[in-house]
């Protein structure tokens, strides 16, 4: 079986013939902790406030490695080149 979408989905009205208009669905209670937790984070979201992750240490060694990752990269332009580089074959020189 699928799992459902954590986020709510919209309830579907239905128009019935006497005028009466049903919802389906299980109805939402707005003063449930899960209502008013999904609100608040939200609001955070909006407001740019939410922290999500670990933090990042300044200093440490990987924002060092970073930084001259960094520094590499506009050196030659935005581009990195990745690996071992090309081994000369003595054979192709030879000739």
């Known amino acids: 079986m699928k799992a459902k979408n954590k986020k709510q989905e919209n309830k579907v009205v239905v128009e019935v013939?006497?005028?009466?208009?049903?919802?389906?669905?299980?109805?939402?209670?707005?003063?449930?902790?899960?209502?008013?937790?999904?609100?608040?984070?939200?609001?955070?979201?909006?407001?740019?406030?939410?922290?999500?992750?670990?933090?990042?240490?300044?200093?440490?060694?990987r924002q060092k490695r970073l930084a001259e990752q960094a520094a590499r990269k506009a050196a030659n332009g935005g581009i990195v080149k990745l690996g071992r580089p090309k081994a000369l074959k003595e054979a192709d020189e030879q000739k």
């Open 17 to 61: 013939s006497n005028n009466e208009v049903k919802v389906k669905g299980r109805p939402v209670n707005m003063n449930s902790a899960r209502q008013k937790r999904l609100a608040e984070l939200a609001s955070k979201r909006e407001a740019g406030e939410l922290k999500r992750g670990r933090p990042v240490v300044e200093g440490s060694e």
